[in-house]
């Protein structure tokens, strides 16, 4: 799943201190990394967005399972950020999403992905936000790619974490409470990490997860 992926790579172990997204966008994978107990800075420069972003952090931050999260956010522009930086306030892991380059397929991108691009247009700085962020990451820097994009500025990376991304929809609401639907995701995960199918629970658990369940 995508915040094993996220947990993975980012990391969540508690000598892990500072972790800084450059590329705040809609905050998808800020929050998700907040959620895992991360401290993280959220970086964006544009303005609506940053405006949607502090709404959406107060609102969650109002609430009782989500008031302990830390998050910082910044408006501001991501290299103004890193080369701004001292010894002190360099960050251990430094998280970095740029646009998607455009791709062939005749399917349609997703509609909050097309909003963004409106938003922020394409990042052009890519290469040299990069360089930045290997110079100023105490401890790495992640990268987030399409599979089959190019490396940025041709730079390959020391590891690669090849995955692809499966959205179970877990029900409607009012139909299904937040309580029950988070008592159904915690019941998903289980079953996914077993490598069961949780829309096709029948299923028997694929040679992949036996053969590591049996080497463990």
């Not at 290299?79 to 010894?87: C, G, I, P």
Request: hydrophobic share 35%; proline share 6%; with cysteine.
């Amino acid at each position: 799943p995508p915040y094993e992926m996220l947990r993975s790579l980012v990391g969540s172990e508690m000598c892990i201190r500072d972790r800084l997204d450059l590329t705040a966008g809609l905050g998808k994978d800020g929050m998700l990394l907040a959620t895992l107990g991360c401290d993280i800075t959220l970086v964006e420069r544009s303005p609506i967005l940053f405006a949607l972003l502090r709404d959406g952090i107060d609102r969650a931050t109002c609430q009782p399972n989500y008031h302990h999260l830390r998050i910082t956010l910044q408006l501001a522009n991501s290299k103004d950020v890193l080369t701004s930086l001292t010894d002190k306030t360099l960050p251990n892991v430094i998280y970095y999403d740029p646009m998607f380059p455009h791709s062939n397929k005749a399917a349609l991108v997703k509609k909050d992905m097309r909003i963004l691009r409106q938003l922020v247009g394409n990042d052009i700085d890519s290469a040299e936000l990069l360089a930045l962020s290997r110079q100023c990451a105490t401890q790495r820097v992640v990268v987030k790619r399409p599979q089959h994009a190019p490396f940025i500025d041709d730079q390959i990376p020391s590891f690669q974490y090849k995955g692809k991304r499966k959205e179970y929809a877990l029900g409607k609401y009012p139909q299904l409470g937040l309580s029950d639907a988070r008592a159904r995701a915690r019941e998903w995960r289980t079953l996914i990490k077993a490598g069961i199918d949780p829309r096709n629970p029948t299923d028997v658990p694929s040679f992949r997860s036996c053969a590591e369940a049996y080497i463990s």
